[in-house]
């Protein structure tokens, strides 16, 4: 077949736009999700950069808490040693009783020394765990907003669909040759485009191309693309072709 007849070739142009608009929404919706993932996953990025600070600052505070504990603990020992070298009976006792004690004042400086060195290291990682959060609590307020401008997005997309389908089904309605429709739909329904327009140039002789498979048509289809009422059929790829002027 060279060509199909119908003096629809207008209203057949409405409903394939139809069909492209709800072509283009669905694929937009079915985007939505994975786009919902990824804000999900941006703000767990950013939840997993501020547990590592959090995580950090504990850890350091403990380590000064111990710190400060060993500096309690010489200070309980060396009172200890203190009190028993008063009751120490000989001089070699009393020395070994000394020398721990000084052993103990050294524990016990070393872990004041440390434990001060650890609160610069708390302040420290506090300021980084302060800057993590801050950074957090935006990426939530980001993250809600995006995903809530997705939502919306998605109630508007189901809502056009659902427009115009029913713009469609009137549309469809009023189609008198049902055959040519039915045809239409079922080249549509594998997913392709069924109707390209085609431009006229001014000069007949000139052949036109088909704008879905690029072949240039032969003059004896370039001129029935110039009658009225009807959709040429490309001998290549099978789209159905008129000219814009026509169409229009
Ligand atoms: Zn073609």
Redo the contacts with the bound molecule.
């Keep these: 077949m060279e060509y199909i007849g119908t003096t629809e070739t207008g209203l057949m142009l409405s409903i394939q736009e139809r069909d492209y608009k709800i072509q283009l929404c669905q694929a937009e919706l079915a985007l939505i999700p994975k786009k919902m993932q990824a804000e999900e996953d941006k703000y767990a990025k950013s939840e997993k950069e501020w547990r590592k600070c959090y995580d950090a600052l504990k850890a350091v505070q403990l380590r000064q808490r111990e710190a400060e504990l060993k500096a309690g603990e010489m200070d309980t020992a060396i009172e200890k040693y203190q009190i028993q070298s008063q009751s120490v009976k000989d001089n070699e006792s009393y020395k070994a009783m000394l020398a721990q004690i000084d052993y103990a004042r050294q524990k016990k400086d070393e872990a004041e020394t440390n434990a001060l060195m650890l609160l610069d290291e708390i302040e420290h990682a506090a300021k980084e765990e302060q800057a993590e959060k801050q950074k957090l609590v935006q990426h939530e307020k980001d993250k809600n907003a995006a995903i809530g401008t997705l939502e919306k997005r998605k109630a508007e997309l189901i809502s056009m669909i659902d427009n115009t389908q029913q713009e469609k089904l009137s549309l469809a309605e009023q189609v008198h040759d049902k055959a040519v429709f039915d045809r239409y739909e079922e080249i549509r329904k594998k997913g392709k485009r069924v109707i390209f327009k085609v431009h006229d140039s001014a000069n007949p002789a000139e052949k036109a191309i088909?704008p879905?498979?690029n072949?240039m048509l032969t003059q004896h289809f370039s001129g029935l693309l110039r009658k009225p009422d009807l959709f040429v059929i490309?001998p290549?790829?099978g789209?159905w072709l008129c000219l814009e002027e026509i169409a229009s």
Excluded: D, G, L
Aim: hydrophobic content about 25%; some cysteine.
């Design positions: 088909c879905s498979c072949m490309c290549e790829c789209a």
